[in-house]
């Protein structure tokens, strides 16, 4: 074992290389024993953050994550915030620097950041030590061709990891960029179980290099809206009772201000250190759970935009930016003004506006030389002053329809076209939504308390749908346990068109399945009757293109805008669309995907809008079929339901996967009979 000074040395000394930008090192990181590098304490960097070279050897990179509850302000905090230094102590979660339950790992909100080169091997214990919740973790981005059994969605992919027990995800980082690690189960990354997942490209594939000096590790800007309570408890009042699901406070990178009216004992906020003549790359982490779309802004700065989710486009500069729940944007900022220190300004939109809670936050841009402790003279900036009339990309509830701002489809991909842009795709699919008055069994029971029975309109639960479905997972995962799904299992809006799936309650599994390697168009409708909504999606295993998104500014059918694309009138960039793997609909509009369907396994579709994904807005698409998958992993973990020798209770979708277990038994018991 190496000794322990010599490692802090090592690790003092990679850190400043990664400061420093040295393009060569010194230490030759792939002949590190593996074992060595195991564990790390966590504030120092890990090994496998540096700068990644043409030459380097991929290392292995090992995490271990440890889950718990666990609470903010807790007593390795000492007297934080009255005592500043405190709030720095090893396990203190300040948060919005009042008391609240979290989950976290490692007992950091957000949690380890991990940070490799393409090509790197990435090994993460996951160990369980929540009391009675599983877990799983999903690595959002990464698009885990060959290793779907990685991706982290439970029931999907794997088995939910149980209480007291390790689940070892281990893939190569293949696809670089600015990705983000979270669970995938419940509420849980809302509470704080998310972190950043950087996978840099060596400066040669960088198509941006030049345009900027640094690409640190510390100007990485996680955003999470942020309530009083854990996810759970807001949930269950919401929908079950009156209680609202509006966010109070946003945290940058776990910090932030929760009263503006008195700040003078707020706890510290996240603050962003620049030297005046050099560029950085920052990126930006939308980790968001609720429905708060978020408005960024720099005073006196602009930030040209070059990236987001992991996918190059031409640079645009812009003056704001808004990012929805599950997106990521790079930029660069410009150190050009005068040494001292700058607002940085977040606006929280929809559910977070000022019809609501005025959800809003700070953090500080602060140039080397300014005061390490201070705020941007002037006042703290109030909801109304944290908008900014300039020049904005992704604005809310906007397409291209309009000139005043960037919409998606208008960003260049750096990338060549390929065939997914093809005029005509393989295959089409509508995926229409909205906020249904049905009676949801899960909340409302008629003739009880159905949705028409109860009085008070904060007890009507309107239920997200895609195509009149909400999906109920299997009892065993899709990908790894795939012997036991029978034909009869999937449903999709064909299967279930005998129904009156707008009037009753329709929940299946709904899985879309494609030709390995067809181009597939997806046209999502927001149909917009409910009210103003907004519903980032996000797809598991693959990037797309954006070719388009329109606000029609009106309540909108499926067969209202089929028929606006049989007259050539939806609009698609077929030549450079940027590439993405998660994006808004304008509420009253559609936007348009476009994807090569090459990546065989069961990915999950879904809103990222935990609320909404949790009561099932989702759908799993099956690209290929069993044989095109790779193998399960040898010793992969199994569940399912278990009846005993009794016939199962029948499934939803008819004849199930249990009968066919359950014949399957019969079959072995009654084996010796029939010989
Ligand atoms: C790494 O270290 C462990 C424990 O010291 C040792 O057993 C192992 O052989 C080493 N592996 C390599 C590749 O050197
Ligand atoms: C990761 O998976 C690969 C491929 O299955 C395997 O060879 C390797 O031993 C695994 N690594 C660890 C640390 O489990
Ligand atoms: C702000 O809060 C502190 C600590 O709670 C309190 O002592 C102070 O009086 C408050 N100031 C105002 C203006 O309310
Ligand atoms: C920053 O912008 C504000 C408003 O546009 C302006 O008044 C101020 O002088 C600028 N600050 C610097 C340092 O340029
Ligand atoms: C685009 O901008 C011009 C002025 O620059 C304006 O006259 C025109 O109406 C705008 N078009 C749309 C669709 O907003
Ligand atoms: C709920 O509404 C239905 C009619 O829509 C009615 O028949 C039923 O009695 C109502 N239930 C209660 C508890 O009022
Ligand atoms: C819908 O389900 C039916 C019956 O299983 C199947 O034949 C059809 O291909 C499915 N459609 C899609 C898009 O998966
Ligand atoms: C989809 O991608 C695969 C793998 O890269 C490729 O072989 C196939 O030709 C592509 N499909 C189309 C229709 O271009
Ligand atoms: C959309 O439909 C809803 C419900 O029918 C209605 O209240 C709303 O005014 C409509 N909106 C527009 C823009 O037509
Ligand atoms: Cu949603």
Known sequence: MMEAWVLQFLLLNLGMKVLCQSPLLDVPFAELNETDIEYFPLNNQHPCSRICGHEDRPMVCRYHFIVEWYQTLSKACFSCPDVLEDCYKPDCIIGDGTMRTVLVINRKMPGPTIEVCVGDNIIVDVENRLMAETTTIHWHGHHQRGTPYMDGVPYVTQCPIQPGSIFRYNFTAVNGGTHFWHSHTGMQRGDGAFGAFIVRTPAAADPHSQLYDYDLTQHTISLLDWAVDIGLKVFIAHHHSIGDNKPTTLLVNGLGIHDFSNVSTSAPTARFVVEKGYKYRFRLINAGFLNCPVEM?????????????????????????????????????????????????????????????????????????????????????NYQDSHNDGLQLNSLNKGTEGNDSISVPQLHSLLDWDSSLKETADEQYYVGYDFYEIDNPHFHKFPEYGFNNVTDSRNKLLTPQLNHISLKLTPFPMLSQRDLIDDNLFCNESTVADKDCKKEFCQCSHVIQVKLNSIVELI???????????????????????????????????????????????????????????????????????????????????????FHVEIGMALIFRFGDDEDMP?????????????????????????????????????????????
């Open 297 to 381: 802004s720099i005073d006196n700065h602009t930030m040209t935009m070059i990236s987001s989710d992991g996918n190059d486009f031409q640079p645009v500069t812009v003056d704001s930016l808004v990012s929805y729940a599950g997106e990521r944007f790079d930029f660069v900022l410009n150190a050009n003004m005068e040494k001292g220190l700058y607002w940085i300004r977040f606006r929280g939109l929809m559910d977070c506006d000022d019809r609501f809670t005025s959800t809003h936050q700070v953090a500080v841009l602060q140039y080397e030389g300014a005061s390490k402790t201070d705020f941007p003279d002037g006042p703290i900036p």
């Open 524 to 610: 999502l409708v927001d149909k917009g009757f409910a009210f103003d909504a907004n519903h980032p999606f996000h797809l598991h295993g693959h990037s797309f293109r954006v070719v388009g998104m329109e606000r029609l500014g009106r309540n909108v059918t499926v067969d209202e805008v089929k028929r606006l694309d049989a007259q050539g009138l939806l609009k698609r960039n077929l030549g450079d669309a940027p590439i993405k793997d998660t994006v808004t609909v304008p509420d009253g509009g559609y936007t348009i995907l476009r994807f090569n369907a090459s990546n065989p396994g069961y990915w999950l579709f879904h809103c990222h809008i935990e």
């Open 631 to 675: 193998p399960v992993p040898h010793g992969f973990p199994k569940c399912g339901e278990y009846y005993g020798l009794e016939p199962s209770a029948p499934s939803p979708n008819g004849c199930g996967h249990k009968t066919y277990s359950f014949l399957i038994i019969l079959g072995i018991l009654l084996r010796p009979l029939l010989l």
